[in-house]
């Protein structure tokens, strides 16, 4: 006697060597239950994978914390801010305290803009002017644009 096999969608009994299910009509290869079960198990892995990547490159590319701006005109570590900074954006200026904050990670980032054509060595250097040992000269507004 014929063994039987199972339909991977309907669950019906399909003759041994069957290309199509007579019940639903779905295409049937050697070991397709199994089949079916592996394709599954590759599915709902690549969807984790697809949706930890697409989590991993929100979280990498969320803007600094905009809340926080610095009090009156100061920038703690840069000083009096100038009269073009004063009046920028207030996203701006929470932009520029914090890289005044964070240069030891900007000063890793290359700029990708360009913009070494006038000097600038790292991302750090788009807000700020640096001595050698990273003292905030001045500010760039180079960031701005």
């Known amino acids: 006697m014929p063994s039987i096999e199972t339909c991977p969608r309907c669950k019906r009994s399909v003759p041994p060597g069957a290309k199509f299910c007579q019940g639903c009509g779905t ?19 690549a969807i984790v994978l697809l949706v930890g ?21 100061q920038i703690r570590g840069a000083g009096v801010m100038p009269d073009w900074l004063q009046r920028a954006d207030p996203n701006i200026i929470a932009d520029y305290a914090w890289a005044a904050e964070h ?7 290359p700029c990708y803009c360009g913009c070494s054509t006038v000097g600038h060595t790292s991302n750090a250097t788009c807000y700020y002017r640096y001595d050698k040992d990273g003292k905030i000269l001045g500010y760039d507004a180079h960031a701005m644009t």
Do not use: C
């Open 53 to 73: 990547a697409i989590g991993a490159g929100i979280v990498l590319t969320r803007k600094p914390d905009t809340t926080v701006l610095p009090a009156g005109n």
């Open 103 to 109: 240069y030891q990670e900007l000063r890793w980032i």
């Open 27 to 45: 295409t049937l290869t050697a070991g397709s239950s199994r089949s079916s079960a592996k394709a599954f198990l590759i599915g709902a892995l």
